[in-house]
């Protein structure tokens, strides 16, 4: 073969890589890649933040009882009708009744309501169960402050939301918008500020021994 049929056999090779480097679809980027992209469509799947109406009141409210005392809860029906129609009927089910908080974070928080603290091990608390109905997120502008009654989901699933909730003992500007507030303790945060410091792993945030949720129940509002 001559050298300039060599030449242009390098030639036909290198606009073929070309051709084959520019069909690459351009919403991955080097800079972005797979993961930046998926980041990307869960954001635009973000649903509308919902405004609280003040003439939406709930009639009733939750009451937690535990050994350090009781937490009582007030609902957002306004901005998160789905999750408090899935606590009560959960509550009502007395399907709280004997869970534990099983995540302590001092002066940050408290979780709980998983079935796996009913029975199951130490290190499954926190997993839920894969049968366990899912709530649909419903964000709103309730900002997370000292109070605040969240629920808890599977990662960056937004509606991957079951039965396991919690409280907030400060603010956390970075879940606003983010996580779905169903509802505030208007009675009862020195008893959920004296759970958060009880023994628990400092890295896991597993508590050393689970906090029981002796009964969960409904009752009648009282006026604000």
Same mark, same amino acid.
């Given at each position: 073969?001559?050298?300039?049929?060599?030449?242009?056999?390098?030639?036909?090779?290198?606009?073929?890589?070309? !051709? *084959?480097?520019?069909? $690459?679809?351009?919403?991955?980027?080097?800079?972005? /890649?797979? +993961?930046?992209? =998926?980041?990307?469509?869960?954001?635009?799947?973000?649903?509308?933040?919902?405004?609280?109406?003040?003439?939406?009141?709930?009639?009733?409210?939750?009451?937690?009882?535990?050994?350090?005392?009781?937490?009582?809860?007030?609902?957002?029906?306004?901005?998160?009708?789905?999750? !408090? *129609?899935?606590?009560? $009927?959960?509550?009502?089910?007395?399907?709280?009744? /004997?869970? +534990?908080?099983? =995540?302590?974070?001092?002066?940050?928080?408290?979780?709980?309501?998983?079935?796996?603290?009913?029975?199951?091990?130490?290190?499954?608390?926190?997993?839920?169960?894969?049968?366990?109905?899912?709530?649909?997120?419903?964000?709103?502008?309730?900002?997370?402050?000292?109070?605040? !009654?969240?629920?808890?989901?599977?990662?960056?699933?937004?509606?991957?939301?079951?039965?396991?909730?919690?409280?907030?003992?400060?603010?956390?500007?970075?879940?606003?918008?983010?996580?779905?507030?169903?509802?505030?303790?208007?009675?009862?945060?020195?008893?959920?500020?004296?759970?958060?410091?009880?023994?628990?792993?400092?890295?896991?945030?597993?508590?050393?021994?689970?906090?029981?949720?002796?009964?969960?129940?409904?009752?009648?509002?009282?006026?604000?």
């Amino acid at each position: 073969m001559g050298l300039r049929s060599i030449k242009g056999l390098l030639v036909l090779l290198l606009l073929a890589v070309g !051709v *084959a480097c520019s069909s $690459k679809p351009e919403s991955v980027t080097e800079s972005g /890649g797979e +993961g930046e992209r =998926r980041e990307a469509s869960r954001e635009m799947r973000m649903p509308p933040l919902a405004t609280p109406d003040p003439s939406v009141v709930d009639a009733e409210q939750a009451v937690i009882e535990t050994e350090y005392g009781k937490i009582r809860i007030r609902f957002y029906p306004d901005v998160a009708p789905l999750h !408090v *129609a899935n606590f009560k $009927k959960l509550t009502r089910e007395k399907f709280y009744d /004997g869970l +534990g908080f099983h =995540r302590l974070i001092p002066d940050n928080l408290i979780q709980g309501g998983d079935p796996q603290t009913r029975n199951g091990r130490p290190e499954d608390w926190g997993k839920g169960l894969p049968d366990q109905l899912r709530v649909p997120a419903e964000f709103s502008v309730r900002k997370f402050v000292r109070g605040t !009654v969240g629920m808890a989901r599977l990662g960056s699933d937004l509606n991957s939301a079951t039965s396991q909730f919690f409280i907030s003992l400060t603010n956390h500007p970075e879940w606003d918008g983010r996580y779905t507030v169903f509802g505030e303790v208007i009675d009862g945060l020195e008893t959920v500020s004296r759970i958060a410091t009880l023994p628990s792993d400092p890295r896991s945030q597993r508590a050393a021994n689970k906090v029981v949720m002796k009964r969960v129940y409904l009752e009648k509002a009282t006026p604000q």
